[in-house]
């Protein structure tokens, strides 16, 4: 699919889309609750859809209305299939779960979702003797997990700590939990721990790396509403930098999302401030490359991570800014971008199936008009991306699917 965008001044009021990271969460809760719980506010992201499939495989029974999830958790039918489709997410959330159960599980899904990194997992089931197989585009483990004390690398993921942090608490035994430094992204994990919380399970904190999780735990069902998604708001809010005067709504400026510092990022960006460690906020990097472009340059440092996303997003952007005229430098763990004038590209912008690489680019032709290939992949996290350009006047002219 491709989508030809005209260059113009973003304008009006736009609701910010349902957090994807704090979906995730809450619809795992309520899964694992004894009862029925609501999950209010989500939308139809394929990520979300992919999390949604793998709930059910658990047995959960889940009933979707307008943008209301009813959850069943402890259903009695079961899957040993989990289809992740492209979800990271959902992939380092559900494996520790299907360790819990003595049967073999199946994870599948894209071919570059099973190429990001595991080996967190990998070591622990290879230190509890317990069966982890990957190849034919698959990942088959077979439990039963046990509690006791578990150290991890804190530089690869939080996500495997949230995925831990759900299954142990289920586990008869106590656990700890403790991260390695340096420890990445933690605002994921203080938003797990908030999720947590509401569903009834209690996790001791005894200082900042450590997690003391008492086993024989259970999840409360909940009615729970999504928080606006400050990762996508991100990308409405950088077409006021480009000259627009956009207002996204929805969002809680208490929330524990990591991503809301772009707000602080941007000022920096603007003031002529080049240098941002990202170490935190690592799905800021596509957005804050583009604006980096667009303005005085940009250093974007610990981007390591960035190569193990659902593109190598440093290499994807760098050729794509160059496009625009723009020339980047990648290297092991930063990225300089020069800023300078954005020229019209004269080549189509490729998204690399990469739905942060899509919008940010999108940003970028705002003001210069052009075209994306590849544009479908915003339906990863935030599906009305180009028609919500369109509310707030941005000509946006889609051409062919997904399949052509």
């Not at 439990?143 to 299954?167: M, V």
Request: hydrophobic share 40%; charged share 20%; proline share 5%.
């Amino acid at each position: 699919m491709k989508a030809s965008i005209q260059a113009g001044l973003a304008q009006g009021s736009i609701q910010a889309p349902p957090s994807k990271s704090d979906a995730h969460r809450a619809l795992i809760c309520a899964a694992l609750a004894n009862g029925k719980s609501a999950i209010r506010g989500i939308s139809p992201s394929e990520d979300l859809l992919a999390t949604l499939d793998c709930i059910r495989s658990l047995g959960a029974q889940v009933q979707i209305e307008g943008n209301v999830a009813t959850v069943t958790g402890k259903a009695l039918a079961e899957s040993n299939l989990f289809p992740c489709r492209e979800s990271g997410s959902t992939l380092r959330f559900l494996l520790p779960l299907a360790l819990l159960r003595n049967t073999p599980c199946c994870f599948f899904g894209s071919s570059r979702l099973l190429e990001r990194p595991m080996e967190v997992y990998q070591q622990i089931c290879r230190e509890q003797g317990l069966r982890y197989t990957c190849g034919n585009g698959t990942i088959e483990v077979c439990g039963p997990l046990s509690a006791g004390d578990f150290s991890l690398r804190g530089d690869l993921s939080s996500q495997f700590i949230t995925g831990l942090l759900f299954a142990l608490p289920l586990l008869q035994g106590d656990s700890k939990l403790t991260v390695l430094q340096p420890f990445v992204s933690r605002p994921y994990v203080e938003l797990t721990l908030a999720t947590l919380c509401k569903f009834g399970i209690r996790v001791e904190q005894p200082d900042s790396s450590t997690f003391v999780i008492p086993g024989g735990q259970t999840y409360h069902p909940d009615d729970y509403t999504v928080e606006g998604d400050w990762s996508n708001a991100a990308f409405y809010e950088a077409l006021n930098l480009l000259g627009g005067k956009v207002c996204v709504l929805g969002l809680d400026p208490d929330s524990k999302q990591g991503d809301r510092v772009y707000q602080s990022i941007f000022s920096q960006i603007l003031s002529g401030a080049q240098a941002v460690d990202v170490s935190d906020c690592p799905d800021l990097a596509p957005i804050l490359m583009a604006l980096g472009a667009a303005f005085h340059g940009i250093v974007l440092q610990n981007t390591a991570r960035l190569k193990a996303k659902e593109s190598d997003r440093g290499v994807a952007m760098a050729e794509e800014l160059a496009k625009f005229g723009v020339s980047c430098k990648v290297e092991e763990n930063t990225i300089t971008v020069s800023g300078g004038q954005l020229q019209k590209p004269t080549e189509t912008i490729y998204g690399h199936n990469d739905h942060r690489i899509v919008m940010a680019c999108a940003t970028l032709l705002t003001r210069t008009g052009g075209e994306i290939e590849g544009a479908e992949a915003v339906a990863k996290s935030n599906p009305t991306y180009f028609e919500d350009l369109q509310k707030l006047g941005i000509g946006v002219t889609i051409y062919g699917t997904v399949n052509q």
